[in-house]
């Protein structure tokens, strides 16, 4: 007993020291060695993180992504000088973040491009396409934020999911195609949370904090953990044949849910931010859009008998997320939530897609088949086409 | 009772109040708005102005230079200029900019001659680069300060003519590349009197430049006299019907022109100031880089009177200033009541 613990604390300690050297390493190279290692000229850098127009005043979150400590100096709109303030004051450390009051009367809907200069004379700005005043977190907007998740999230969900009866008709080869559909739907939808991400990531995230490998990280993680999770659930319980379609529908919902969400940060990140005016037209888009997600929920559930109850609840996990989605982006805006939970999204949608396959696979033992090749590549150009509406 | 009452939390609430207030500091947008924060003030205009550089006493300095004569009786003018490119200088409150000077400001030493006087400059590069000093006016070829490149860490050379024309001229260093050179701020005024002189008068220099520092070949302020938004912050006082004579000289880089314009008043303009006749009678002149000229006006009205450039882009980055005409109220000068 004594000898196996000894081992016990050998293993430990020889884990422990490679730890050790490193630590040494790193306090060597800050301190005693610091010198030797300055090379180059550390050049400041700011992010200017949100521009808010407010009553008769310019808000602008500014942060420090460079490798040193900054003062902000100066703020300037549309490159002419203007007395602001900043709180809490104008020295800012690695990382930390300052909010810069411009008191202005700027005009709605004009262009306006904001710039923060700092004591060495280095200048910043951020352009904004139309100012569009900031919102206040009240209820009738709250109000406002759900009508608009319910158009784009829940309602085209259900609609999709009245689907369910035809699917259920039709035979076997087309049922096929059907299931083959939605992975090429989720697929799609997959790719095209992680590019927004890329997008957001490159608009609004200081290239310091590796916005793109964030989103890669993030997405494997997610898919691995749900992917593991997933099959620890299905062999622990000992679902039936017949309840696997659902525990697929129901991944399936959830990952769209993410999906949605993601979708509904962005939307309300953009009405938050004014950087587009929501036009009917654009909400017509995601709802045709989403409404091939109902159907990516139906398939799987086509051949077994699930109560009405539980396919409006699938459809409700799916699609109330854009809601939640929405308060969160309009009212608490950052780009690296909206980054996390597009990258979630995105590793749960491919993990359910791979679940599917496999699914497919073993029923039918072979994959390349023309109901599955053609259902895939259909459902990505139905998603491709309607992507362009929005 | 009652009133006691109301006086004693009439006292604690005002306190209270009075003690918020405290932790608050104020600022005036350019619309005269009055702003709180719990933070730090960003602005250049109202501030109070921590700059090495004095616009007050940069505007009414003259040096005239050790004063000698000749055997023959000519004036001679000893001058000595030392040059630098290493300074870090606020050149807006909580901006440092590397400036490169004659004397250790920019502009330089504003120099001062009669027409025929014989003007020696000792001129010593203790800059890291070399540099020149290159007089607009008629001399010598060798005195031009262009081939005669003087190297740096305490090169010398010494600049010797007869000044002349009579009027208003730049100097500046004349070392390539030009436009750094200049744009970093080796530039002054070279003034030549006509040997009778001009009218009694409050004579200053306004030199026009401006500052890119963040090196995009665009400038990011503009002043007279280097410091944004100085004269606006520190009205210019004068007198109403005192003559006012202004020798101006553009040095702005990167943009073609700038301009000047004065509020509530025209002034007789003289370009290059070499003839003793004005040639316009005007309220705005443009300049070109280095064109230059004398102004004069007096103020029948007292108050408030703008100056600026009338490019309003320049204005809104620093070029802007005040006349404060015959106005004895002290307080008014702080700035903050700008706008009322």
Known sequence: ?390 | MLSAIIGVSTIIVFSAFSEAQLEQKIFVTHSGQVIQTSGDVLDPVYTASTVEFDPEKYLRDFNYGRISESESGQTIRDFTIIAEDDKIQEISPGIFYNVWTFNGTVPGPTIRATEGDLVRIHFINNGSKSHTMHFHGIHPAAMDGVFETVGPGGGQFTYEFEAGPVGVHPYHCHVMPLEEHISHGLYGVFIVDPKIARQQADEMVMVLNGFDTDFDAENNFYAANTIPFYYQHHPIQIKTNELIRIYVVNMVEFDPINNFHLHGNLFQYYPTGTALVPSTFTDMITLSQTERGIMEFQYKYPGKYLFHAHKVEFSEKGWVGIFLVDNPDQTSQTGIDYGN
């Open chain 1, 1 to 390: 007993m004594e000898i196996k613990n000894y081992s016990k604390v050998k293993t430990i300690v020889s884990g422990i020291i490679p730890f050790g050297f490193l630590v040494i390493m790193i306090l060597y190279l800050v301190g005693p060695s610091s010198n030797l290692l300055e090379f180059g000229v550390s050049l400041p850098d700011i992010s200017i993180e949100k521009v808010e127009f407010v009553n008769s005043e310019i808000h602008v979150t500014v942060r420090n992504t460079g490798p040193i400590p900054v003062k902000i100096a100066m703020a300037d709109v549309n490159d002419r000088i203007q007395p602001a303030a900043i709180e809490p004051d104008k020295s800012l450390e690695r990382f930390e973040t300052a909010l810069v009051r411009i008191p202005f009367s700027w005009n709605k809907s004009e262009p306006y491009t904001i710039g923060i200069t700092l004591d060495d004379g280095v200048r910043f700005d951020k352009f904004i396409q139309a100012a569009t005043p900031a919102i206040k977190s009240d209820y009738q907007l709250a109000g406002f934020f759900a009508i608009i998740g319910t158009y784009v999230g829940v309602i085209p969900v259900m609609i999709g999911l009245l689907w369910l009866p035809f699917i259920k008709r039709i035979g076997k080869n087309k049922y096929n195609f059907f299931l083959a559909l939605t992975v090429g739907l989720l697929i799609f939808l997959g790719i095209d949370a992680m590019l927004e991400g890329f997008e957001v990531s490159k608009e609004n995230l200081s290239a310091n904090f590796n916005g793109g490998l964030l989103i890669i990280t993030i997405t494997l993680l997610s898919f691995l953990g749900l992917y593991y999770s997933a099959e620890k659930l299905t062999s622990r319980t000992g679902l039936t044949a017949s309840s696997k379609p659902f525990a697929i529908g129901l991944m399936i919902a959830i990952g769209i849910g993410l999906h949605n969400l993601g979708e509904g940060l962005a939307i309300g990140a953009a009405i938050g931010l004014g950087q587009v005016a929501l036009s009917t037209f654009l909400i017509v888009g995601f709802a045709l859009h989403n409404t091939t997600e109902g159907i990516a929920i139906a398939s799987p559930l086509a051949k077994t008998k699930s109560p009405v109850s539980k396919i409006i609840l699938l459809g409700l996990i799916a699609g109330a997320p854009a809601i939640l989605g929405t308060w969160i982006g309009g009212f608490f805006y950052s780009p690296y939530t909206a980054i996390v939970f597009l990258s979630i999204g995105a590793g749960a949608i491919f993990q359910v897609a791979l679940v599917i396959l496999k699914w497919i696979y073993q029923s039918e033992q072979k994959l390349v088949q023309a109901s599955i090749v053609s259902g895939i590549g259909a459902g990505m150009l139905i998603m491709y086409l309607t992507s362009i509406l929005v």
